[in-house]
């Protein structure tokens, strides 16, 4: 089965911050690539799919590329509601495994 | 507006049972697939099992096949997760989440709120 490893687990930033979160799969996987919010005590929402399609009302400043194996998660300039963690998924065909996590603090 | 909404956690001793059930509305539920996804206590999601529309096709996490399955009632727009043979590490929040898409296996653009599941003696 496909894995899927993000890194960092975590980060710390400062506001205003260009932030980059990437996320690799242990074989290639095109482009079937979710990337989800989940806010401290909330549940996650879908942010971006096809590894690069934003979701309707998500804020610009969010934005997925990579195919294949390797994948990025970018905030153009971060802000203090981002403050969440952020998972990547693989799709398209199951198993749908998510990856661990990467925690956005503050600095 | 699209809804999902979990019921059916509870606190189970190991190796008991449970079954958890997921309402939708403001779509037509048998269009798409679903799954279930889980979040134990501090720690990070976990794709449980997804079900097409029909209930013809189903895929369970390795940690999780031959303990739980999965079925829907199209008629009564409504997802299930039987969990049999519980164990401690099966203790999460479970969510279920609806497909983007209608034919494939996709990401999930619906979640519920979640119901929480301890097992413990």
Same mark, same amino acid.
């Given at each position: 089965?496909?894995?899927?490893?993000?890194?960092?687990?975590?980060?710390?930033?400062?506001?205003?911050?260009?932030?980059?979160?990437?996320?690799?799969?242990?074989?290639?996987?095109?482009?079937?690539?979710?990337?989800?919010?989940?806010?401290?005590?909330?549940?996650?929402?879908?942010?971006?799919?096809?590894? =690069?399609?934003?979701?309707?009302?998500?804020?610009?400043? =969010?934005?997925?590329?990579?195919?294949?194996?390797? =994948?990025?998660?970018?905030?153009?300039?971060?802000?203090?509601?981002?403050?969440?963690?952020? /998972?990547?998924?693989?799709?398209?065909?199951?198993?749908?495994? %998510?990856?661990?996590?990467?925690?956005?603090?503050?600095? | 507006?699209?809804?999902?909404?979990?019921?059916?956690?509870?606190?189970?001793?190991?190796?008991?049972?449970?079954?958890?059930?997921?309402?939708?509305?403001? %779509?037509?539920?048998?269009? =798409?697939?679903?799954?279930?996804?889980?979040?134990?206590?501090?720690?990070?999601?976990?794709?449980?099992?997804?079900?097409?529309?029909?209930?013809?096709?189903?895929? /369970?996490?390795?940690?999780?096949?031959?303990? %739980?399955?999965?079925?829907?009632?199209?008629?009564?727009?409504?997802? /299930?997760?039987?969990?049999?043979?519980?164990?401690?590490?099966?203790?999460?929040? /479970?969510?279920?989440?609806?497909?983007?898409?209608?034919?494939?296996?996709?990401?999930?653009?619906?979640?519920?709120?979640?119901?929480?599941?301890?097992?413990?003696?």
């Amino acid at each position: 089965d496909i894995q899927m490893t993000q890194s960092p687990s975590s980060l710390s930033a400062s506001v205003g911050d260009r932030v980059t979160i990437t996320c690799r799969a242990s074989q290639a996987i095109s482009n079937y690539l979710a990337w989800y919010q989940q806010k401290p005590g909330k549940v996650p929402e879908l942010l971006i799919y096809a590894a =690069f399609t934003l979701r309707s009302g998500v804020p610009s400043r =969010f934005s997925g590329s990579g195919s294949g194996t390797d =994948f990025t998660l970018t905030i153009s300039s971060l802000q203090p509601e981002d403050v969440a963690t952020y /998972y990547c998924q693989k799709y398209g065909s199951a198993p749908l495994p %998510f990856g661990g996590g990467t925690k956005v603090e503050i600095k | 507006e699209v809804h999902l909404v979990e019921s059916g956690g509870d606190l189970v001793q190991p190796g008991g049972s449970l079954r958890l059930s997921c309402a939708a509305s403001g %779509f037509t539920f048998s269009d =798409f697939p679903m799954d279930w996804v889980r979040q134990a206590p501090g720690k990070g999601l976990e794709w449980v099992s997804v079900i097409s529309g029909s209930g013809e096709r189903t895929s /369970y996490a390795d940690s999780v096949k031959g303990r %739980f399955t999965i079925s829907r009632d199209n008629s009564r727009n409504t997802l /299930y997760l039987q969990m049999d043979s519980l164990r401690v590490e099966d203790t999460a929040i /479970y969510y279920c989440a609806k497909d983007i898409q209608r034919a494939t296996f996709d990401a999930f653009d619906v979640w519920g709120q979640g119901t929480m599941v301890t097992v413990s003696s």
